[in-house]
């Protein structure tokens, strides 16, 4: 069994139990300290990212969303910078996505 699958069978007790009327205060502070934490890191990952990409768009003197769109209409060329900086946003947007996820739980 892989970790994920592992993963998964626990939250799926943890979610049988809540579901059967077991409430822990451990549990609900527990899972609100996860995601308190991945929240922060998923945080810390985004403005990590984001320095990434002005050192690109100040030397390109070009927004990432607008270098993005070019680079996969495939106006720009093959410069192992634009695969760099394209990489570099795509993990960006992956992580604003996560940050959404995990503000929306913790609303």
């Known amino acids: 069994m ?7 069978d626990q939250l799926q007790v943890l979610n049988a139990l809540y ?8 549990m609900e502070r527990s899972f609100a300290k996860i995601i308190e934490l991945e929240h922060s890191q998923a945080l810390q ?8 990409l002005q050192v690109y768009e100040s030397q390109y003197q070009m927004p990432s969303d607008t270098f993005y769109q070019q680079f996969n209409a495939g ?3 093959d410069s192992m910078d634009f695969f760099e900086w394209s990489a570099f946003y795509d993990m960006w947007q992956a992580v604003q996505t996560r940050i959404g996820v995990l503000q929306s739980i913790s609303s």
């Open 19 to 26: 579901q059967r009327g077991y409430h822990s205060d451990l």
């Open 2 to 8: 892989t970790s994920q699958n592992r993963f998964l």
């Open 75 to 77: 106006e720009l060329g």
């Open 45 to 52: 990952q985004a403005s990590d990212l984001q320095a990434k």
